[in-house]
């Protein structure tokens, strides 16, 4: 039995676990997030495992498997301790080399290495590369220095120590007044103070209490949520530990979409871990606090992210929202006050009270503090998450830490907030990314998702792209969202054939103020927002679709055309015999023809001519 | 369906309405479906109008109501991978076996499913087939795999008889 009796307990837990960490300073960390998954970083841990055995240094030298780092374009990548060397798009081959070389010679072997898009030089260490540089990880940062699933790594780092010291040395007031005093507001969409929130929870007088942790991370394009859940469980059950013990709460849910299965795994592994170690369950850290947690599926509804309607979903009922006149703090959950956070806002509340609401203030704004995880992702060179302070505007994420467009395209715009938020255009980068600034750009801070988008993307499409996501994940229950929506999509649809007229556009207009102004939850008021935004940024590109039946992006499939440049066209018949339907025909070494009439324009033979001969006009 | 192995996901559960959703979570890990006689048997034990059961079946993605292939192909519709080609992607997989998404294929060896994000966004366009996930995917190289995989059906059948 591990329990941990007590503070001090705790403190020299971690001591020793601190000690033995440094008995042993060789280890290899590598990330295997979901992403890290994807691209193969389970076989190069295996091949590390494997290595370090047969090459005698299992005992040596300490194998870390951790969660996401964040730069998930380089994945799989591996770091190299104490020198912190940092390997980078590894394969499972490349492993005894890295055994034998860096671990046995100290050897730093070059072509693992990152290399410097800009400068074209090999970099050695994490911090020198431009995409870690400009960022403030405080969050992201941990990732790497623990196994999720290891309780003991959490400890070592300093975990939990935050709740030891709310336990034994604040009133539940206290921490609300630090947490007010931080200025923290919700990471998960609306920004709403946290402190707030908790206090009114903590004021309402019926009994029992919940918080909840919403990990129902719906929004396409945003997987901040997923990495620190997958990466750093224990951080998001320390922050909910504190919230349930500053308003009195005897019980707690974490929400979890199904679709992230890695996510789920490990906050089960570590709801365990927190139980068997007594920091959950009766008599916290011997403090007489008591509290627990379950883990709930989400069975992936888009709109059972909204308060009213997780707390339906966590009964068991269909996740509808409700009218909010009486709000989910005082009647939520069970018609019990429930209070309902973000996983990136629990996770930065042990981090708030160990280093004091004036070191969170220091960073962002006055209105905005602190910092926040953004999904970069799109049409940029590194995509990945990045966490910057508040104030930090958008050319130094997309430009200094995105490392800007790639083939040399040019960036037109980025789209921030997922299906709430909007596209800003490029001449509005000098923007900073706090709450204020970008909804006054008609976007939103959302759940912090941003796609960058070039020449090549139709803005039109990207439009008409939204509206299909809300038309699938609007529930039906009120009109406006329900009719609203389909009516919208219509328009855009036939914007994007060429067959829609000017007055159409004004209509349009029309119906997303309305929308707006008349549904019942989050998602159907904010559901015009990416349509509303591009027709007020890129009228010209609507204009182009409705006056000249042009796509000036070359995406609207009705209004382009796949052709073959018979000067380029080679009749090697590669794209001959990858069309899937075929619409090419052509002799060979004499320039092949595309049948315009069977095209699908899936772009497959584009893809494969290795000569630049398929045109899209 | 096996109803053993509904009574070993009902355990403990009996009569307790707010266990639908992860019942029904469990039952389609298990049978890759939700068999109506099972639906019956759950409303049943739970204490829930069978109605509802329905209704929350419908409601969310995760369910299927009807018998999935052998093979599940999930394409990723997020942004990111919208952007960087996924509509392409469901369109050609769709037209190459000729049925809609949320359709499985006639002989039942494929099951084609779009999801609004996996969470990947930064590897997109992003295929998951029986698991394994495809990242930077085009739909060329998405084809090859396919008929790789039907390539190694056809052989494990020709070993069986």
Redesign the interface.
């Given at each position: 039995m591990h329990r941990v009796e007590g503070p001090e307990q705790l403190t020299s837990l971690s001591r020793v676990l601190q000690e033995k960490r440094q008995e042993q300073p060789v280890t290899v960390v590598v990330s295997s997030g979901?992403?890290g998954?994807?691209?193969g970083s389970l076989a190069v841990v295996d091949a590390f495992r494997r290595e370090l055995d047969r090459q005698g240094l299992a005992n040596k030298v300490t194998l870390r498997v951790t969660g996401c780092h964040g730069f998930?374009?380089q994945e799989p990548l591996a770091i190299v301790e104490p020198e912190n060397i940092f390997y980078c798009r590894l394969r499972s081959h490349d492993v005894p080399k890295i055994v034998s070389e860096t671990l046995l010679k100290g050897k730093i072997l070059d072509e693992l290495l990152y290399t410097d898009p800009i400068s074209g030089k090999k970099v050695i260490h994490e911090a020198e590369i431009p995409f870690y540089r400009a960022q403030d990880r405080v969050l992201l940062s941990q990732n790497k220095l623990l196994d999720p699933c290891k309780i003991e790594d959490y400890i070592a780092i300093g975990g939990y120590t935050a709740l030891a010291k709310v336990l034994t040395s604040m009133k539940p007031e206290e921490v609300i007044a630090e947490i007010k005093a931080s200025g923290l507001r919700g990471r998960g969409g609306g920004g709403f103070p946290t402190a707030r929130k908790w206090e009114t929870c903590r004021r309402a007088s019926a009994t029992p209490k919940f918080i909840i942790c919403n990990a129902d991370?719906?929004?396409?394009?945003?997987?901040m949520n997923?990495s620190v859940l997958e990466g750093n469980p224990h951080s998001v059950l320390e922050g909910m530990i504190i919230g349930a013990y500053a308003i009195g709460a005897e019980h707690g849910f974490i929400y979890v979409r199904?679709?992230?299965p890695l996510a789920v795994e490990h906050a089960r592994i570590a709801l365990e871990q927190a139980r068997e170690y007594g920091l959950l369950g009766k008599n916290i850290l011997g403090s007489g606090f008591s509290f627990d947690m379950r883990l709930?599926?989400g069975?992936?509804?888009?709109v059972s992210g909204e308060s009213t309607a997780l707390m339906a979903?966590?009964?068991?009922?269909?996740?509808e929202p409700r009218p909010k006149d009486v709000h989910t703090v005082e009647k939520g959950y069970g018609n019990l006050p429930s209070n309902l956070n973000n996983v990136e806002t629990l996770s930065d509340v042990p981090l708030i009270i160990n280093n004091g609401s004036a070191w969170f203030r220091a960073k962002g704004t006055a209105k905005s503090p602190g910092t926040k995880i953004f999904?970069?992702?799109?049409?940029v060179k590194n995509?990945?998450?990045v966490e910057v302070a508040l104030d930090t505007r958008l050319k130094t994420i997309i430009y200094d830490i995105g490392g800007g467009a790639i083939d040399g395209k040019e960036i037109k715009a980025v789209?921030v907030g997922?299906p709430s938020g909007g596209c800003i255009p490029a001449e509005l980068f000098n923007l900073p990314v706090d709450f204020e600034a970008l909804t006054e750009a008609g976007a939103m801070i959302g759940s912090g998702?941003m796609?960058v988008?070039d020449e090549n993307?139709c803005m039109v499409d990207?439009a008409r792209?939204?509206l299909e996501?809300l038309q699938?994940?609007s529930?039906g229950k009120c009109v406006p969202c329900r009719l609203g929506i389909d009516r919208m999509l219509e328009i855009v649809t036939d914007i994007t054939m060429g067959r829609a007229t000017e007055k159409q556009l004004s209509l349009l207009e029309e119906l997303g103020e309305t929308i707006t102004l008349s549904s019942l939850c989050g998602l159907g008021k904010t559901a015009p927002n990416p349509v509303l935004t591009t027709l007020r940024y890129f009228r010209l590109e609507y204009e182009a679709h409705i006056r000249e039946q042009r796509c000036p992006a070359g995406v609207c499939r009705a209004l382009i055309h796949y052709a073959i440049d018979p000067e380029k066209c080679t009749g090697c018949q590669v794209c001959l015999r990858?069309c899937?339907?075929g619409a090419i025909t052509g002799e060979r070494k004499k320039p092949h023809t595309i049948n315009d009439e069977i095209c699908?324009?899936?772009?497959?033979c584009k893809?494969?001519c290795k000569f630049d001969a398929v045109i899209v006009k | 369906m096996e109803p053993s192995k509904l009574d070993t996901i009902l355990e403990g559960r009996q009569s307790r309405p707010d266990q639908l959703i992860e019942v029904l979570q469990d039952m389609q890990t298990q049978f890759h479906y939700l068999p109506e006689d099972g639906l019956r048997i759950v409303a049943e034990k739970l204490g829930v109008p069978p109605i509802e059961v329905i209704r929350v079946a419908n409601f969310y993605k995760a369910f299927s109501l009807t018998p999935r292939g052998r093979h599940l192909l999930t394409i990723c519709m997020g942004t990111a991978c919208h952007v960087r080609g996924a509509q392409k992607l469901l369109d050609t997989v769709a037209g190459h076996f000729n049925i809609s998404p949320g359709e499985t294929t006639p002989d039942r060896a494929f099951t084609l499913e779009r999801v609004n994000c996996l969470g990947c966004c930064a590897l997109g366009p992003v295929a998951v087939l029986d698991g394994v996930y495809y990242d930077h995917i085009t739909p060329g190289k998405l084809l090859t795999v396919i008929n790789s995989v039907c390539r190694k059906d056809k052989k494990g059948k020709k070993k069986h008889a």
């Open positions: 979901t992403c998954q994807a691209k998930c374009e991370e719906g929004d396409p394009g945003a997987f997923r199904t679709e992230y709930v599926r069975a992936g509804a888009f979903a966590l009964e068991g009922k269909l996740g999904a970069l992702t799109g049409k995509t990945g998450l789209q997922g998702g796609v988008m993307t990207v792209y939204f996501f699938d994940e529930c990858s899937p339907h699908s324009k899936c772009g497959i893809e494969e | -």
